[in-house]
């Protein structure tokens, strides 16, 4: 049945209209997602900065005998009150080392308690009004001021918020990175050149691929049980190791190696292929020689990508016991460590109010470190791709 000029006019306005909507409703929802980033990061900054600074108080320190026993005996006893306790604690251990020490005086700048440094950057804190008196005239005297936190760089963690840092951690999350790249990387490279070069297209090869897509798709917690029952359990991987963490991470990144392996190797036109067939290349000879050559921008954009997803995972570490309290640095792969992602975990669930900078900065650091890692994997896809 024909339609009339003004039936079909109609139909068009209606497609536009609908068209006009879906155009909204997806500028909306673009709209939405930026504020919520915006919201998100604008959070961050606000709770993350402060971390990047800390109180320090100018005090006389007098080593004397009593000081070799008891910290607090060096210090005035209203400023010991003010002053960290890591600090007090490292007098008597100062002067064992150091006995010229002994009958000295010295003036110093030492890390403030934490509830000073909130209390200077206007958040809530537990200092009476005789230490708030106190605080203010010292800072009118220029003896209590704000610095740059190097303390939050230079030091493990600490169950007083002062004195934590991400250095352990920042030295852990190095180290299971470096064994996770180290087994994922050759693992997944050469799977995926098999499979895509190599292998026979039948049922055994079909059922691997369909495997690969679907382990790139659970959770990440189930891997984490998969370390937990294999590598600590039947191998006696020493638990919370950065080695058990790698190879986990190794478990959870090979699929997403191989997955992008794949692609740029698939990216490389078979007339290459041919071409050095006809030479009397040998399929060996033309995968390594020209194939992975063409194909490394891709897999290494593939393997940075997959690692920045690996270092932002908290769940399996957990299982292998990478949250175990690390004030100092690990010395080797076998020794306990943590993540960056597991030292924010641990942080926000402690009580005390600094904390929650401490943990805001830690993700700001974390963010830094993955949008660089992206940020890397882009300009390198930029730079060496090859459109064909």
Known sequence: MSQTFDEISAQLRRRHRRSARLKWVSMGALGLAGLFLLWFFSDMLSKG??????AQIQVEVDYNENAARMGRAALDRDLSRLVSRTFERMIPVQMRENPELLGSKETRWVLADSEVDQYLK????????????????L?????????????????????????????????????????????????????????????????????????????AA?????????????????????????????????????????????????????????????????????????????????IMTGSIIGLAQAMGETAPLIIVGMVAFIPDVSASLTEAATVLPAQVFTWAGEPEKAFVEKTAGGILVLLAILIFLNATAVILRKKFERRW
């Open 49 to 54: 900065l402060p971390a990047f600074q800390q």
């Open 122 to 137: 206007g958040h809530r804190h537990k200092l009476n009004d005789a230490q708030r008196v106190l605080v203010d005239e």
């Open 139 to 215: 800072k009118a005297e220029g003896r209590v001021e704000l610095r740059f936190n190097t303390t939050f760089f230079t030091t493990g963690d600490s169950k007083m918020p002062e004195a934590s840092g991400i250095l352990s951690a920042a030295v852990g999350t190095i180290m299971t990175l470096l064994v996770t790249l180290a087994i994922a990387f050759p693992i997944g490279v050469m799977t995926a050149v098999y499979l895509e070069e190599f292998a026979p297209d039948n049922r055994f090869t079909q059922l691997i691929e369909i495997n690969i897509n679907n382990l």
């Open 218 to 298: 659970i959770p990440s917690i189930l891997f984490g049980l998969l370390g937990l029952a294999i590598f600590i359990n039947v191998f006696g991987v020493p638990r919370s190791s950065p080695l058990v963490g790698g190879m986990t991470l190794a478990l959870m990144t090979l699929p997403v190696i191989i997955i992008a392996t794949r692609t740029a190797l698939r990216s490389v036109p078979d007339a290459i292929r041919h071409a050095a067939f006809g030479v009397g290349c040998s399929r060996w000879q033309v995968v390594r020689d020209h194939v992975l050559p063409l194909a490394m921008p891709g």
